[in-house]
């Protein structure tokens, strides 16, 4: 079993930033590729970026240059560092080992002025 808690989400204003972050825990100890995945409001979940155990990034190009994405091994834990928020960047976000089922509960993101 394996449990994902993400956090650092709020309310901020277009402009602001946000830094989430997303600890794993239970019998996997070495995912090999997180995701961060976002959920706007009334869109399908759509993925924002991801990382391999090697460091490999990739982002959506909604988000490039604005958000970074990093990861801990050691620790199980990834983080996506967001500035310059916007209001389209709203949403419930995720993180998601792509190659597995596992999801948390989600951290709400809302930019508004």
């Known amino acids: 079993q394996v449990q994902l808690v993400e956090s650092g989400g709020g309310l901020v204003q277009p402009g602001g930033s946000l830094r989430l972050s997303c600890a794993a825990s239970?019998?996997?100890?070495?995912?090999?590729?997180m995701g961060w995945y976002r959920q706007p409001p009334g869109n399908q979940r759509e993925l924002v970026a991801s990382i391999t155990t090697g460091g490999t990034t990739n982002y959506a190009d909604s988000v490039k240059g604005r958000f970074t994405i990093s990861r801990d091994n050691a620790k199980n834990t990834v983080y996506l560092q967001m500035i310059n928020l916007k209001p389209e960047d709203t949403a419930v976000y995720y993180c998601h080992p792509p190659a597995t089922r596992f999801w948390g509960q989600g951290t709400q993101v809302t930019v508004s002025s």
């Open positions: 239970g019998s996997i100890f070495s995912i090999r590729t």
